[in-house]
Nanobody, 122 residues
Framework: VQLQASGGGLVQAGGSLRLSCAAS????????MGWFRQAPGKEREFVIS????????YYADSVKGRFTISRDNAKTTVHLQMNSLKPEDTTVYYC????????????????WGKGTLVTVSS
């Protein structure tokens, strides 16, 4: 099982970035997919997740209204659209997948991807 994240980079405050996470190695039917982020010295925190059908999404309060998540038709890739980025969004973002939805904790996660760095300059 592999989750491959891409799309991180440097952007100015107020700008946008799109992260993608491609899943491979098994069938992810019925699994939720989403993202965490972790700043140095801090706990890994939940950001956003989406159901297999795309009909249910969960957001952290800190990103509501700015970040959106979507899945492609093959159900093996998710996209995180980040708008109105703030310097405090600067951190490493991790793709994750779990059997159940909700505002995840790390204990809920079945598989993790490697992180991708997002840097928002002020």
């Amino acid at each position: 099982v592999q989750l491959q994240a891409s799309g991180g980079g440097l952007v100015q405050a107020g700008g946008s970035l799109r992260l993608s996470c491609a899943a491979s190695g098994r069938t992810f039917g019925s699994y939720y997919m989403g993202w965490f982020r972790q700043a140095p010295g801090k706990e890994r925190e939940f950001v956003i997740s989406i159901s297999w059908s795309g009909g249910t999404t969960y957001y952290a309060d800190s990103v509501k209204g700015r970040f959106t998540i979507s899945r492609d038709n093959a159900k093996t890739t998710v996209h995180l659209q980040m708008n109105s980025l703030k310097p405090e969004d600067t951190t490493v973002y991790y793709c994750a997948t779990a059997r159940y939805g909700g505002r995840w904790t790390q204990a809920n996660i079945d598989y993790w991807g490697k992180g991708t760095l997002v840097t928002v300059s002020s």
